[in-house]
């Protein structure tokens, strides 16, 4: 089946073309098909994000679309970065900048510090509107540790491993991370409405 997915994240795009490679999936990004829309994603949650990009961009093309809205929750502050995981720095956001200012806020907090990534995936098409929800459990680390991933990787340390997301091979967070799990319970789905019989 052809899925669009609709991210402009390039670290996204090759992380979920990765998990699905071995599907019976034709997956197609938003530049495949020549769109360049900004969604603002001004929802107060990781759902009503993914569903307003999946429903934005299915409505634009009719194409099946999946969307994902992901972030770090850090439990002793609350949930934060959150939803606003992407620009936690403020207006000049960048992945450095986002790691800086979380090991700030982390500085004098008791340890360890638990925190979860999440991701939630909208499938949206002429009759699924469907959610995934993926999680990966950890703890934040004092400082960055190694050059793989994206994002708030090198400070992630998932239960069970001694090393962060940005140290262990691709390969490894793609077995286990809450993409990963989101996708799973995606592919789960599509195999029940025999979408994905080749
Ligand atoms: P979104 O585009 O609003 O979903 O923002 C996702 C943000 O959450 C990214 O910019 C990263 O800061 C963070 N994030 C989501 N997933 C991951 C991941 O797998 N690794 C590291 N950071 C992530």
């Known amino acids: 089946m052809k899925l669009l997915f609709a991210s402009n994240n390039p670290d996204k795009i090759s992380e979920v073309k990765e998990i699905l490679r071995d599907l019976p999936i034709d997956l197609i990004t938003l530049q495949d ?23 934005t961009i299915f409505e634009l093309t009719k194409i099946p679309t999946i969307a994902d809205d992901s972030g770090l929750e850090v439990e002793i502050l609350e949930g934060k970065p959150g939803i606003n995981s992407s ?15 979380l090991l700030e806020e982390l500085i004098r907090k008791p340890k360890p510090h638990r925190a979860r ?16 929800f993926g999680e990966c459990k950890g703890e934040i680390v004092d400082e960055p540790r190694g050059k793989n991933g994206f994002g708030y990787d090198p400070l992630f340390k998932p239960d069970g491993y001694d090393l962060t997301f940005a140290e262990l091979p691709i390969e490894v967070k793609n077995k286990i991370s809450h993409r990963y799990n989101a996708l799973e319970k995606l592919k789960e789905y599509l195999i029940s409405k025999n979408k994905l019989s080749s």
Do not use: P, Q
């Not at 994603?41 to 569903?51: L, M, P």
């Not at 620009?87 to 200012?101: C, L, P, R």
């Open 33 to 55: 098909i020549n769109i360049d829309v900004k969604i603002i994603e001004d929802g107060s949650t990781f759902e009503a994000n993914a569903r307003k990009k999946a429903t």
């Open 87 to 101: 620009n936690y720095s403020g207006e000049e956001h960048n992945y450095d900048k986002n790691n800086a200012k």
């Open 117 to 132: 990534f999440v991701c939630v995936i909208n499938l949206k098409s002429e009759d699924d509107d469907e959610i995934f």
